[in-house]
């Protein structure tokens, strides 16, 4: 068996195993894709002392450096369920897909998360040549141009509001026939000039040029005729699924699915510890990632040493 077991080989994966292999730590990573959301990303302009990167590449300097210092890595295999330590200090179970079964003293879950996607024509073509997921990685790709904004919750306003003090305008398409976010933050958007809402609007189409983003199809819900809108940039913000169907009914979630932890990334299980964008963590970035996958690294690290095996 492993001391420890992480699941997920992304920022937050790679960098808790980082931090318990250099401890001396038996550890073992498992992952669907080593990398996770890094190997969708482009340009990574946003992690401190690395001024620009791509995200292929950053995800192979953490595969090296993981497996460098010993880490037994697992990829390619889909963790299906989590079985706790029957007693304090006991080992836990992850089960693979395969019907392999993983055993380890403490857990780190960092499996992540993915977004919600539109499902239309023209969206995944244009991944990364304007169609994008996230207004703190992108919007300043797009100073001076005009966008849109997909989805009136929380996430898709505060991207609009995000996104005015950097693009030159912003149209906010809500498919409801009305905006879901909290008041203040529907109040700001409203007060700002360059941003237009659209409300009980369906998006149909992304629109390319053949290589670009040229505009945004969209149609009135209740019926009526389809029209593009003029933009380089569609941020989609329709809600961001964490991946932990595979722990349902044994740790504690939110609604949504988040994985509940505290400061330390400490769930409600002893042993069983949790990172990234899977857990409760507001922010899903990189460096944010990485920080809370070295926490909770660190937190599996106090647990064993004051635990004994049964
Ligand atoms: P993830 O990166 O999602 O990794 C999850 C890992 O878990 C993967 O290895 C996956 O294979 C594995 N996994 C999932 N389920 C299972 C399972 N059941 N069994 C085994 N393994 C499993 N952030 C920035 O800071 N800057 C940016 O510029 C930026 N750009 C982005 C661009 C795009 C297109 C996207 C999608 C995201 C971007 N982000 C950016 C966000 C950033 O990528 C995430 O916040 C970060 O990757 C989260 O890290 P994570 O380790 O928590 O999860």
């Not at 946003?46 to 953490?62: C, F, W």
């Not at 697992?74 to 029957?86: D, H, I, M, S, W």
């Not at 879950?109 to 992108?138: K, Q, Y």
């Not at 988040?258 to 409760?280: L, M, S, Y």
């Amino acid at each position: 068996p492993f001391e420890v077991l992480v699941v997920g080989g992304g920022p937050a994966g790679s960098s808790a195993a980082i931090y318990t292999a250099r401890k001396g730590i038996r550890t073992g990573l498992l992952a669907v894709r080593f990398g996770g959301q890094l190997l969708d990303t482009m340009t990574i302009e946003n992690y401190p002392s690395v001024e620009h990167t791509e995200g292929p590449r950053m995800a192979a300097d953490l595969e090296r450096q993981v497996r460098g210092l010993g880490v037994e890595v697992v990829t390619g295999q889909v963790a299906e369920r989590l079985v706790p330590a029957p007693v304090p200090g006991g080992l836990h179970e992850v089960h693979l897909g395969s019907g392999a079964v993983l055993r380890a003293r403490a857990v780190v879950i960092a499996s992540g998360a993915r977004w919600r996607t539109l499902d239309v024509p023209g969206e995944d073509e244009h991944r990364n040549r304007g169609v994008t997921f996230c207004p703190h990685c992108d919007g300043p790709l797009f100073v001076g141009k005009r966008v849109a904004v997909v989805g009136g919750g929380n996430s898709g306003v505060e991207a609009a509001i995000d996104l005015a003090g950097v693009v030159e305008h912003v149209t906010l398409v809500e498919f409801a026939d009305e905006l879901k976010a909290d008041d203040v933050l529907q109040r700001k958007v409203r007060s700002l000039g360059n941003i237009d809402v659209l409300l009980g609007t369906a998006t149909t189409e992304v629109v390319g040029d053949g290589s670009r983003v040229v505009g945004l199809r969209h149609a009135p819900r209740a019926g009526g005729e389809a029209t593009v809108l003029p933009v380089e940039g569609v941020f989609v913000q329709i809600g961001l699924l964490p991946n932990t169907e595979w722990l349902d009914g044994v740790v504690e979630m939110t609604p949504s699915g988040e994985v509940v932890v505290d400061a330390r990334g400490a769930t409600g299980i002893p042993g069983v510890f949790a990172a990234g964008d899977c857990t409760t963590a507001p922010w899903k970035q990189i460096v944010a990632a990485a920080g809370a996958g070295a926490g909770a690294a660190l937190s599996a690290f106090d647990h064993l040493i004051r635990t004994s095996a049964p």
